[in-house]
Every structure is written in structure tokens, then in C-alpha cells.
């Protein structure tokens, strides 16, 4: 019988994204973003195939971790979450 997946957290995690978007550090992740720049959908997609929590996630905004760094890079046009985080702030802004 195969392990369930716990995706409460996640649904927390990602629900910041959506419910403040003018006090939000980062804004929403577009689909069309998503579609252009990575193998996924959405950035639910995304983090819930990384296998990391988000917690985790949450904790490499101040550390690299290396293993999250080649999933990145393995998943998406850019060398590391902080060039996705960059041009994600750029598109935004347009």
C-alpha cells in the first residue's frame, strides 16, 4: 500500500502566495511562467514533485541547499532558485 502524501503544508505554503498579493515578498506564479520556464504546470506542481516540504523550501531562502539547487536546475531553465526567483520578480514587474 503506497505511503500518503500529506499535503497540508504545502496547501499552507502555497496559500500565501495567493491570499495577500500586495504584501506578499513574491508575487504569484503565473502559468504561463511556469509552462515557459519549468517542466510543471504551477509551483505546486513543482514542489510537491521536488519531494521537499515546504518548510524546507522555506528554510533555503536564507541557506543553499544543494540538493534543491539540482532539482532546479534538472526542472527548469535556470542554474538556481535564485535566478527563478529573480526572473520571476522580473516578469512580475512587467
Known sequence: MPAEFDN???KKFLK???DKPET???????PEFM???TDYDSLKELVIASRFTPKQIQG???TINAEWEQFIKNHTRF???QGFIER???EHLR
Do not use: V
Open 8 to 10: 497540508s503544508g504545502l
Open 16 to 18: 500565501k502566495f495567493e
Open 24 to 30: 506578499q515578498a513574491i508575487p504569484p506564479c503565473t
Open 35 to 37: 509552462q515557459r520556464f
Open 60 to 62: 533555503f531562502q536564507n
Open 79 to 81: 542554474d538556481s532558485w
Open 88 to 90: 520571476w520578480a522580473t
